[in-house]
């Protein structure tokens, strides 16, 4: 305990003599943990703008048409598969999902493009309302829209909304009430609005030889089981069942939205550079340190500080320095989170801002540990030059 107690001392009163120099490198470890926790931000943003929608459906397995790969988009089913779907014993229940971009008109000739997407009122795929109401009926012309678009425009619930949809040669528009909100539902980086099938076919952008066409295409069914623990099973079942279609979990397609796999990958790997960069300058700067002070710490040991009280202290001088750093820094990103605009998608999720403090926390130590080495290997008669 009496080691302990001296370790302490001698590295926070070193820290206090020198505060000015130590000050500084707090400051650069707070810059590096201004970075890091940004670019885990941004990647959380950046993966919630791409899969929000699709992690929050309220079904356990996504049946997509027979080689699409997985991927919404390339997908397109029938009205005949979604009752076969539906008659497949153990599903109880199956929601079809059509998507498509629009764009909503804002006064003063702005638009604000988002994805529209079909649902049937109390299906699976249909998002959770936060205010207002779901539709009346499949075909009565409202909205419910995304949060995002409240934050991006000066719409509220019970509005007007005109949305622009290209037919064929020429631009239409189309008018639609505002009967609810909801929060969380990004679809491909855009905030979404939600129609009934039937108004989404209506009004979807289209070819020539589409416009005549009043049964709504559907994308993806997302399938809701009477039994969640089956899924594997029930996987196997429908693929049987329902002819020309392929059948994936909620991961699955989201680890096929297109980019999605490849975007995680760069900002990760980004991220793991930024904090390799933290150790070297952290390591850096404490090996230059103890080299400054080898003399002071060859007179602590001919005057009987043992190896364990030098290494100890210079852990918690490092990790008090580091600790500094990520505190000022972690201040300094949530001032600036503050200030960011809604379209900036950044996100700073609990548990992957906790996970990269953590991280940042233990470089301090994982880049002195060459110093601390170097200061316990210090011969007290070279340290002095009197050998």
Do not use: C
């Amino acid at each position: 305990m009496r080691n302990i107690f001296l370790a302490n001392y001698l590295a926070l009163k070193e820290v206090w003599r020198n505060r000015g120099r130590f000050f500084l490198v707090s400051l650069v470890i707070a810059l590096i943990t201004l970075l890091v926790l940004f670019i885990a931000g941004l990647g959380e943003g950046l993966g919630t703008n791409n899969r929000e929608y699709v992690s929050k459906l309220d079904g356990q397995l996504v049946v997509f048409l027979e080689k699409a790969d997985f991927i919404i988009s390339a997908s397109r089913l029938n009205q005949n598969t979604l009752r076969a779907v539906r008659r497949v014993t153990g599903v109880a229940d199956a929601g079809p999902i059509s998507a498509s971009n629009t764009a909503i008109m804002l006064p003063g000739d702005n638009v604000l493009k988002v994805s529209m997407l079909g649902v049937e009122s109390g299906r699976p795929g249909t998002p959770t309302i936060s205010t207002g109401r779901t539709f009346l009926t499949d075909q009565a012309r409202e909205v419910i829209i995304d949060q995002r678009v409240l934050q991006r425009s000066e719409i509220k619930l019970g509005d007007i909304i005109t949305i622009r949809s290209t037919q064929g040669t020429k631009d239409q528009f189309f008018d639609l009430k505002v009967v609810g909100t909801t929060s969380g539902q990004a679809f491909f980086f855009q905030p979404s609005i939600f129609v009934p099938p039937y108004v989404w076919e209506r009004i979807r952008p289209k070819a020539e030889a589409e416009i005549n066409n009043l049964t709504p295409a559907i994308n993806v069914i997302v399938v809701k089981l009477s039994d969640p623990s089956q899924a594997a099973a029930m996987t196997e079942k429908l693929r049987q069942s329902v002819l020309n279609i392929e059948v994936g979990d909620i991961q699955t397609t989201i680890n096929n939205i297109p980019g999605y796999t490849a975007q995680q990958g760069t900002v990760q790997t980004q991220g793991f550079f930024t904090l390799l960069i933290g150790v070297l300058v952290i390591g850096g700067f404490f090996q230059i340190q103890i080299l400054q002070k080898v003399p002071q710490i060859g007179v602590l040991k001919a005057i009987g500080a043992s190896n364990f009280v030098i290494g100890v202290a210079s852990i918690i001088q490092i990790s008090v320095i580091t600790a500094i750093g990520v505190a000022i820094g972690g201040l300094m990103t949530y001032v600036f989170s503050l200030g960011f605009p809604p379209t900036v998608p950044i996100s700073f999720n609990g548990t992957a801002s906790a996970l990269a403090i953590l991280a940042l926390l233990a470089i301090g130590p994982l880049g002195g540990l060459v110093s601390v080495f170097y200061a316990v290997k210090i011969e007290p008669l070279k340290a002095l030059r009197l050998s």
